[in-house]
């Protein structure tokens, strides 16, 4: 699983927000209709996702906590993984 930068103009507005997928045409297949994409960037190395310490931060063993980047790319896997169970 990769992260990906999109920036997406809806003709109001321009946004920026980043979630995962496999490859570009999965982010186009997933995430398009919902404006034209003005970039798409594969920021994996930019967001890493350590599930180790993710599971830590969630039982409240250890300090911490993601930015909204990490957080939007967990939630959209974990939404994805309920709307296909």
């Known amino acids: 699983m990769k992260a990906f930068e ?3 103009e809806d003709g109001e507005r321009v946004f920026k927000c ?7 045409n999965q982010v186009k297949q997933i995430y398009g209709g919902n ?3 003005v970039r798409i960037k594969d920021v994996t190395q930019e967001f ?11 039982r409240g063993e250890t300090v911490g906590h993601f ?4 957080t939007d790319i967990i939630c959209a896997l974990v939404q994805r993984l309920y709307d296909n169970a």
């Open 18 to 24: 980043v979630r995962p997928a496999k490859d570009i």
């Open 6 to 8: 999109m920036i997406i």
């Open 35 to 37: 404006g034209d994409f």
């Open 48 to 58: 890493p996702l350590d599930v180790d310490y993710l599971r830590k931060v969630l």
């Open 67 to 70: 930015g909204e980047p990490e």
